[in-house]
């Protein structure tokens, strides 16, 4: 079930504000869009098989995502007991990436209802961006194969700029491409949540995507169970800030 809560920004006549003005949206794409994780799991496990090294699980692997390649690559070494090692790191991550990258969508699978949801947030006259700490390339190929991509004004990935979520400029990046001042984030995560906040936008949090936090430990403005909620839940809280 939705729910809408002002919590966690500085005055709700600022949330009322940027709601007002709100016509941009901006999604994440792993863990709220669609469920990468089991097509990253084998494309680790596929880099791994090269090294001679046994799998890990698809727990664990799911569980390293959210910070963008660098930091799933030092999760893998660091579960693995390897040291850290830069030169080592780069080599293992481009090696994951050309595995990720020649199949990115085997396994993978979208939430329930969000493709549906795009295509009506976008009938409502929406600008939709997608910031995402997966690489530009695969990410492109994901909207792609999903037949999405349409719908994305904006994309901006975890290697467009040299920070990447939680920091804020991939946000802020993003909300310039789409032309506009303000917008809401729709992410499923710790990063996500620390990112919106970071960049003063509101937040909506989607529960089924890859959280390990409680809901009421993040800072969110509004949170979904089903896709199928959430043009309504931004139709609602748009209503709600305009009177």
Do not use: W
Not at 6 to 28: G, K, N, P, Q
Not at 121 to 137: D, M, V
Not at 196 to 222: V, W
């Amino acid at each position: 079930m939705s729910q809408v809560q002002a919590c966690c920004y500085s005055t709700e006549a600022v949330v009322d504000t940027i709601l007002c003005r709100m016509t941009a949206l901006i999604f994440d794409l792993d863990g709220t869009l669609v469920d990468s994780a089991p097509d990253i799991h084998a494309a680790v496990a596929r880099m791994l098989v090269e090294e001679g090294a046994a799998p890990l699980s698809l727990q664990q692997v799911r569980s390293f995502m959210g910070n963008g390649v660098p930091a799933l690559i030092a999760r893998v070494m660091a579960a693995r007991g390897e040291p850290t090692d830069e030169a080592r790191a780069a080599d293992l991550a481009l090696r994951f990436l050309r595995q990720y990258e020649a199949v990115p969508v085997e396994l993978t699978t979208a939430f329930p209802g969000a493709m549906e949801a795009l295509a009506a947030l976008a009938a409502a006259g929406h600008r939709i961006g997608l910031c995402t700490n997966k690489p530009a390339r695969a990410a492109h190929q994901v909207l792609a194969a999903f037949g999405i991509d349409h719908f994305f004004t904006a994309v901006h990935g975890g290697d467009t700029l040299a920070e990447r979520k939680p920091h804020p400029a991939p946000l802020h990046a993003t909300l310039r491409a789409l032309g506009g001042e303000f917008a809401v984030y729709i992410g499923d995560s710790e990063v996500d949540a620390a990112a919106a906040l970071a960049a003063g936008m509101p937040f909506l949090l989607y529960t089924g995507g890859y959280r390990k936090t409680p809901i009421e430990d993040l800072p969110h403005l509004g949170a979904f169970d089903h896709f199928n909620e959430l043009p309504g839940l931004i139709a609602t809280l748009a209503h709600s800030a305009s009177h």
